[in-house]
C-alpha cells in the first residue's frame, strides 16, 4: 500500500524502489550516518559493523539461492570459504594482488556451486539440502587436506590491502571498504529479484511444474541461482579473509550455514530487507548474549562451561523455531503490517487472512 497522495502514471515509477521524497531523504541521511560512524565509532564496534557487512553480503546471496529460487542450501559458509581461500592462496602463494581476486573469488565459489548445484535437475527440498551439505564436509576437508596450498589446520595469513598510500588494515578503513561493497551487493540483489530472471527464479519457487510449463528453463535457472548466490558468498569471503587477515578450516562450519538460513528465515524469505532484519537480529542477540553469560556464571558457577558453550546455541536454536512456527514470514511481515496500519489509521485493518 502507498503512501495517501502517492500516484504513479509511468511503469517505471511504479518499479521504482524509492518513491517519495521522504523516503530519498532517508535514504541519504541513512548512508551518510553509515559512512561517517568511523569518526565516532569505537574500534569493537567498527569490527562487530564490519562483520555484520561480510554476513548481510552472504546472505543476500543465500536470499536469492533459498529465498528467491527455493533452493534449499545448508553449505553456504563453505562456498563463502572457497572465495577466502582464493583471496588468501592467490595472494600469499602467487603474489596476485588482493584487488584482482575480489572479483576472482566471487567467480570461483559461483564455479563451485554450480558443480554442487548439478544434483538441483533430480533433488528438491530435503533431499538437496543434504546435498548441500554433503558439499559443506567436501570443501572444508579439501581446506584441511591440501596442506601445501592451504595450509591444512593452520590456515594462511594475509597482507592487509593497500589502496594509493591508504592502509585498509587499519578497523576504520577496511569498514568503509566492508560498507561499500554491502550497499553494492544490496543494490544488485534487489535489483536481480525484479528482472525476467528473478521473476523466473520466483515462479520455480512458487511452482516448478507450472514455470516450467510456462517455458521457463528450470534447470538452467536453478543453476543460475546457485551461480548468482554463490558469487555473492565468495565476495562475502573476500571480504572475510582481508578483515580478519587470516583464514582457516574453522572458520567455516556447517553450524554457520544454519544460522545464515536461520537470519534468512527470521527476517523473511524473499526480501532484501528481510536480510537485513534477520541479520542484524541475531547479530545483536550475540552481542546481548556477551553481556548476560558473565553474570549468569557467577550467579551459577557450578554450570559456568556449560552457559558459556551453550547458552547462545539454545537462544539461537528455540528463536529459529518460534518463528517457523508463530511468524514463519518473518520480521518484515511484521514491518509491512505496521506500516500499512499507520498508513490506514484510523480505518480498520484486517491483517493476514
Partial sequence: MLPGG???FKYE???AIVRTRLQWILLCLGLVLLFAFPLTGSGYWLSWLTRLAVTIVAVLGLHILTGLCGQVSIGHAAFIGVGAYVAAVLSTRYGING???LPLSGLAAGVVGVFFGLPSLRLRMFYLAMSTLAASYIIVWCFRNFDSLTGGFKGLSLDPLTLGGIDLGNHANFYLVAMAIMVLATFVA???????VGRAFVAIRDNELAAEVNGIAVFRHKLLAFFIGCVFAGVAGWLWAYSQLRVNPEQ???LDSIWYLGMLIIGGMGSTTGVFMGALF???LEVAIDYIIPPLTDA???IATQLHVSLGLILFGTIIVAFMLFQPKGLYFLWLKLKTYYRIHPYSFVGET
Fill in 99 to 101: 584487488w584482482l581476486c
Fill in 282 to 284: 541475531l547479530r545483536l
Fill in 190 to 196: 534487489k535489483n536481480i529479484q525484479r528482472t525476467t
Fill in 252 to 254: 567455516f562450519r556447517i
Fill in 300 to 302: 551459577f558457577p557450578s
Fill in 6 to 8: 502517492l500516484m504513479t
Fill in 13 to 15: 515509477s511504479d518499479m
